[in-house]
């Protein structure tokens, strides 16, 4: 069991009880049965997107100038980031 906070109070059993039965009896919170739980799916929220898995971490000292730039066109500047400089390569191979 977690450490508990200083100062909490556990409820008694019979208060532990009396909450239980209140909640039962709540038709917005009815437990789900074993067949409700079955049919249950997780939900994939916002997140990152996947990754092509050829990337690599680098540590890379850039002018602050160029990360504000960047980071104040919004959510994704990374990823702006490294298609700028896939362009500039695309544009200067040899």
Sequence with gaps: MPKLKEGHISPTPDED??????AM???????????EWATVKPVRGPGRPAGSGAK??????IDTDVIEAFKGQGSGWQTKMNEVLRE???THRA
């Design 17 to 22: 009880a009396a909450i239980t039965a209140a």
């Design 25 to 35: 009896s709540d038709p917005d919170a009815i437990p789900y049965t074993d067949e």
């Design 56 to 61: 690599r971490q680098i540590s890379l000292r």
């Design 88 to 90: 500039w390569v695309a």
